[in-house]
């Protein structure tokens, strides 16, 4: 399967706990996004990485969320002390031009 | 601000018959334009794009139009099937070095084909 992989594709934190949500790209494919859908919602962008760089982050929350693509292994986007508004849907897509292809998503449960 | 409108939350076709989904945009940044079908617990599926330079895609049974001036766009399936059925997104882009090809997505049209 050369397609997006994200896991775990489940996680439930407690309030306070970190989450750690990984993607790795289609082979191939240099450019990596990650994007949240919250209920109800279409999905927002928060990030897009390139091997070793964060080139836009403008769609990340300024604390607590972090993200990196590092040269070696998938990107990981971080969530410090979860709170309950942080359940969601997390998608990662990677690109090698316009179009995007996602991955299954981690869904985020915080309780 | 919501600069991609999915303004129908949901349609109901007969199998058969055509399925028209409607996006509009309010940025005219935007130069490139997709249309993703998703099903619940799955992630999106990129279905077919379109370029601003163009006013009609086709690919099989889809097919997506462009007005730029009336800033809108619309996706065509025909003939609809019941495995069509799932929320469809509309997104938007605008390539630029400094952000990529981020997207923006509408709200999502629930699509519903009944046998």
């Known amino acids: 399967n050369a397609g997006v992989m994200q896991n775990p594709r489940h996680l439930v934190r407690r309030r306070g706990q970190e989450a750690r949500l990984r993607c790795s790209p289609m082979?191939?494919?240099?450019?990596v996004y990650w994007y949240r859908q919250l209920p109800e919602e279409g999905l927002k962008f928060m990030v897009y990485?390139?091997?070793?760089?964060?080139?836009?982050e403008s769609g990340m929350p300024k604390e607590r969320f972090s993200a990196e693509f590092p040269k070696e292994g998938p990107s990981i986007l971080r969530i410090q002390q979860v709170v309950r508004g942080d359940s969601a849907a997390y998608f990662c897509?990677?690109?090698?031009?316009?179009?995007?292809?996602f991955g299954p998503g981690t869904r985020l449960t915080v309780t | 601000d919501q600069q991609v409108k999915q303004n129908s939350p949901s349609l109901s076709v007969q199998e058969g018959r055509i399925s028209i989904l409607n996006c509009d945009y309010t940025?005219?940044?935007?130069?490139?334009f997709l249309w993703y079908k998703k099903y619940p617990a799955e992630g999106p599926t990129f279905l077919i794009s379109?370029?601003?330079?163009?006013d009609k895609n086709e690919d099989g049974r889809f097919t997506v139009f462009l007005n730029k001036s009336a800033k809108h766009l619309s996706l065509h399936i025909v003939p609809s099937q019941p495995g069509d059925s799932a929320v469809y997104f509309c997104?938007?882009?605008?390539?630029?070095?400094?952000?990529?090809?981020?997207?923006?997505f509408g709200e999502g049209t629930q699509l519903t084909v009944n046998p």
């Open positions: 379109i370029s601003s330079i163009k």
């Open positions: 997104a938007a882009s605008a390539f630029r070095e400094t952000s990529g090809s981020r997207l923006t």
């Open positions: 082979k191939g494919h240099s450019h």
């Open positions: 940025n005219s940044m935007f130069d490139y």
């Open positions: 990485l390139q091997k070793e760089n964060i080139i836009d």
């Open positions: 897509a990677s690109s090698s031009y316009y179009e995007q292809y």
